[in-house]
């Protein structure tokens, strides 16, 4: 071969091989910018709220000086430039005055202060004003026995017939002792208040006398059982209506029947509408074929969610179904991608915020579903800020590198588009799944307490009670309240009753503790 045909060969060969090391570094370069963004948030997960106890084994501040140092040597140099902005000064907080805080609160216990002097000569003065003050006490919580007096006669003519007695009171524990507002106030501790059983059973012996936590077990479930028809008639009357907003949430759990020890993961399920009713649903997976069982095949109307594909494939084999989206989960990963990239991030978080700002206004005006679907789709409303939005998903998606967090951010937008841009012909919905996000709360702070389900059977009890207690707070009534009142009138009841009255919505609100006169 010609020298010359030589080193054109070899010259080929050479930008060949340049080529191939070029992409390999551009891989490696994107491969390191993701990693870095993984490490930053786990920094954030590790480091920030008070979550560095779950570092047992290794010395926080040794991997924290590790991982800085780590992100130090590969970050690339940063360019930076000055903002500057005015806003307003809030105002200043005004401080509760003790009077205006426990003004409702009811006076047990007045003791007068006489003066010495007066005491001395009581008849050399005479009174001209006072000036009162308080202190506020508390009565811990303390057993006590109500006891029934069921007395036998005869007849004085005929003593040959029976003795009368008055048929023993309907109670929710059948020859218990347990009274309604005892099983009430144990439902409550737990769910509620979040206090596991085994607290509760320490707490007791401060009570008067100590209740076993096989005891109270049992009264869970009893409460649960006489609980379960209002919340059937819940769950109905969810599903009967036109919008339903849906979200699920983790719970551990004990199966004894299943071979290894340890805990498996079961899921609430969850159901509910703004201003309705919050049902809560126990499987133990997260299958597509729960959220069908839930809903059943029959329901029609709106079915709003986060983007995980069960509701997704639901609303594609249910032609009446509408399938919304999320825009707080859509805002949540732009908020998130702020320090990666603060200019782009920012003008999105911006335009959802002129959403926001929109919908809060009408909120005040108070419009009807149709003048909100009218007012959405008009020039200056929600379609032009999300054509707007859309657009620039587009032009930052093709500039970022797909993993980074920005770029995973706009990948969820545009994915989810066709849900969350279904909000313009639906003026009924609300542009997030807040109310029931919120509504999950109590459970989710429950588990990190008594830390998983006994058996998967308790798992429908927890779901029942933590709707009936849920709703009830959303409804704005007292949920010990409502217990108690329903558990006494549920055991005098029959199957032929009418539940309307029971449920939570149609309850009057009960005064709660902090404004009972």
């Known amino acids: 071969m010609p020298p010359a045909a030589e080193l ?35 920094k954030r997960k590790l480091f920030g709220g008070g979550q ?16 800085a140092e780590l992100a130090e040597l590969t970050a690339p140099a940063a360019k930076t430039e000055t903002i500057s902005y005015e806003r307003a000064k809030p105002a200043p907080q005004k401080r509760p005055v003790p009077a205006e805080t426990f003004a409702r609160l009811p006076v047990k216990e007045t003791i007068v202060i006489e003066p010495a002097e007066v005491l001395a000569e009581p008849a050399a003065f005479e009174q001209i004003g006072e000036e009162r003050t308080f202190e506020v006490d508390v009565v811990p919580p303390a057993l006590f026995k109500r006891e029934f007096v069921r007395r036998k006669y005869r007849r004085k003519d005929d003593r040959s017939l029976p003795p009368v007695i008055a048929p023993a009171p309907a109670r929710p524990v059948p020859g218990g002792y347990a009274s309604a507002g005892l099983l009430a106030w144990i439902a409550i501790s737990k769910y509620q208040d979040h206090l596991p059983l085994y607290r509760l059973e320490q707490m007791s012996k401060r009570w008067g006398a100590p209740l076993s936590r096989e005891t109270m077990v049992d009264w869970i479930r009893i409460t649960a059982e006489w609980c379960e028809p209002i919340y059937k008639r819940m769950l109905a009357e969810l599903r009967a209506g036109r919008y339903l907003q849906a979200d699920e949430t983790p719970v551990r759990y004990n199966d004894p029947d299943e071979p290894g020890a340890g805990s498996f993961q079961g899921y609430l399920w969850v159901l509910s509408r703004p ?10 997976s997260r299958r597509h074929a729960e959220l069908t069982t839930l809903l059943t095949d029959d329901y029609c109307g709106l079915l709003q969610s986060d983007g995980y594909e069960a509701y997704a494939a639901y609303a ?4 009446g179904v509408t399938w919304l989206g999320c825009w707080a989960h859509a805002r949540r990963g732009f908020f998130e991608a702020q320090s990666e990239n603060p200019r782009c991030a920012t003008a999105c978080l911006r335009l959802i915020a002129r959403m926001y700002r929109r919908e809060r206004a009408w909120d005040e005006q108070k419009l009807s579903a149709e003048e909100r679907t009218k ?21 930052v998606q093709a500039r970022v590198l797909p993993k980074s967090l920005l770029g995973r951010a706009c990948s969820y937008l545009l994915n989810q ?10 003026g009924e919905s609300r542009l997030d799944n807040n109310l029931i996000e919120n509504a999950i709360r109590p459970s989710c702070i429950g588990k990190k307490n008594w830390l998983f389900i006994g058996h998967p059977d308790a798992g429908q009890r927890s779901a029942i009670l933590y709707s009936i207690i849920v709703s009830c707070q959303r409804h704005g009534q007292d949920p010990l309240a409502y217990l108690r009142d329903i558990l006494s009138r549920l055991p005098r009841m029959s199957n032929r009753d009418d539940l309307a009255p029971l449920l939570p919505c149609n309850g009057t609100p009960a005064t709660s503790l902090t404004t009972r006169p």
């Open 375 to 395: 007012q959405r789709n008009a020039p200056d409303g929600l379609a032009r800020t999300m054509n707007a939005l859309q657009r620039l998903a587009k032009w």
């Open 417 to 426: 588009w066709a849900p969350l841009s279904a909000h313009l012909h639906h």
């Open 8 to 42: 054109y060969a070899e010259n080929l060969a050479l930008k060949a091989r340049v080529g191939s090391l070029a992409e390999q570094i551009g891989g490696l370069e994107e491969r390191v910018a993701v990693l870095l963004q993984q490490i930053a948030w786990f």
């Open 275 to 284: 201003g309705g009713d919050v049902v809560f649903d126990w499987k133990v």
């Open 52 to 67: 560095s106890e779950k570092l047992t084994a290794v010395d926080a501040a040794q991997l924290q000086l590790a991982l």
């Open 316 to 319: 594609r084999t249910h032609p």
